[in-house]
């Protein structure tokens, strides 16, 4: 029982973090301490059950969060590398601008 309220906590944290934060390493955190809690939730399911259906969950988790992961981190890259931003906001208002300048075309 112990394990399920720091399981709700870490959700509770990231989603938290995933509404507040702009700065994109901050979001990445937050969706680590989201993927950390489902993760949790697939080893209490497996420890719970005695069956190998949660520890598929858990490989199937881990393997979808690293690539989640690498999405996130490529994406800050180009960012830096194209914007010089790594503020969300920032990188949407360009985007807008950048869509509203090929609408006039």
Do not use: P, Q, W
């Amino acid at each position: 029982m112990d394990y399920m309220i720091l399981s709700v906590t870490l959700l509770a944290i990231g989603v938290f973090g995933l509404l507040t934060k702009r700065h994109l390493v901050k979001v990445l955190i937050s969706i680590e301490l989201i993927a950390m809690s489902a993760s949790m939730n697939f080893v209490l399911l497996a420890s719970s059950l005695d069956r190998a259906l949660g520890e598929a969950f858990l490989i199937l988790a881990f393997s979808t969060d690293t690539c989640v992961t690498a999405i996130v981190l490529a994406l800050l890259v180009i960012a830096v590398k194209k914007y010089g931003t790594c503020d969300i906001r920032k990188l949407a208002k360009i985007a807008e601008s950048g869509r509203g300048e090929s609408e006039d075309e």
